[in-house]
């Protein structure tokens, strides 16, 4: 009464353990029959319970765990799909006219109209008012701080002596190439020198730079160290930064007008400044005093004039 179609080897070897355990308890002998059946029923039991397992597990709603492998590596079920074959007939759906319609522009090969046109109104970009403009006099400068300066001098990357020592040598826009500051194709016009991380700023060098802001020149000058801006056109850059490149250097130009008043303003440390040029005529004459050297050129040219 026990056994039944779908789970009598299941029922059939639970009955048998019942009854050896019964048998056990009364002390009564086993029949072989029982024994003979016991073992024979223990292989088939374990194939039974593990299918039973897998069954209860799908009905718990867990599924069996199966890791990722190069051998069941493959797409989701409908990523890939087959791209429709057009001019196939009319049994296809798009034979003929490939689904394009009777002539229009539509249906021409190329390209169709523009994703902004809105049928012949006037388009919705148009209808909004412009805003800003660019500036094509601008002359955008590459920014460099005095701290990233300061850094590169730590490391070693940034030399200020040129490696003789010399205590006249002036940084140039080259040497912060070199040291991989910035690069070539970034300076198209320019570098300005800012202040930023001043407050790291110890060691006492000259430098000769495009630009330089307020704080970067006081920074600088306070440790010692002197600021000098100078104007490079297009070609002077170039000469600058790939001298390589030149047989022969050619002469710097002088600033156009509208430049002249930042490069002849000492505030600015300007080149072309009198204080700036003073300070040059002095290095080169050395201990001698420029005015009375022009004094004395004035002199000579006044003599010429009377004979």
């Given amino acids: 009464q026990f056994y039944s179609r779908n789970n009598g080897n299941a029922l059939h070897t639970l009955f048998e353990k019942n009854k050896t355990n019964i048998h056990a308890k009364l002390k009564l002998p086993s029949s072989p029959s029982s024994s003979s059946s016991s073992s024979s029923s223990s292989s088939s039991s374990s ?15 867990r599924e069996a765990v199966t890791f990722l492998g190069l051998n069941n590596l493959s797409d989701n079920q409908g990523a890939v799909r087959r791209g429709r074959r057009v001019g196939r007939g009319i049994g296809s759906s798009k034979g003929k006219t490939c689904g394009k319609g009777h002539k229009g522009q539509k249906s021409r090969a190329g390209s169709g109209p ?16 412009k805003r800003g403009f660019k500036n094509n006099l601008a002359q955008p400068m590459v920014p460099v701080n005095v701290g990233t300066i300061q850094d590169y001098i730590d ?15 002036v940084l140039t826009m080259k040497d912060l190439v070199e040291a991989g500051i910035t690069k070539n194709s970034s300076i198209k016009h320019g570098i300005k020198l800012l202040a930023k ?31 000098t801006t100078v ?26 007008p509208k430049l002249m008043q930042y490069y002849t303003d000492y505030d600015k440390r300007g080149y072309l400044s009198p204080d700036i040029q003073l300070k040059k005529l ?3 004459l050395g201990d001698a005093d420029p005015a009375s050297i022009v004094g004395d050129d004035r002199d000579h040219d006044d003599s010429k004039k009377d004979e």
């Fill in 47 to 61: 194939s039974s319970t593990f299918s039973t397992k897998a069954a209860q597990s799908k009905s718990n709603g």
């Fill in 155 to 169: 490391m070693g990357r940034l030399v200020i002596n040129n490696n003789d020592n010399d205590e006249d040598y």
């Fill in 114 to 129: 523009s994703p902004f046109f809105e049928g012949g109104q006037t388009p919705f970009y148009k209808l909004i008012p």
């Fill in 197 to 227: 991380g001043r407050e790291r700023l110890k060691t006492p060098f000259k430098i000769e730079i495009s630009r330089a802001s307020a704080g970067a020149i006081e920074a600088i000058e306070n440790v010692g160290g002197e600021v």
């Fill in 231 to 256: 104007h490079y056109n297009k070609l002077a850059l170039r000469a600058l930064l790939k001298p390589h490149k030149f047989d022969i250097i050619p002469k710097r130009a002088r600033p156009p």
């Fill in 282 to 284: 002095q290095k080169i």
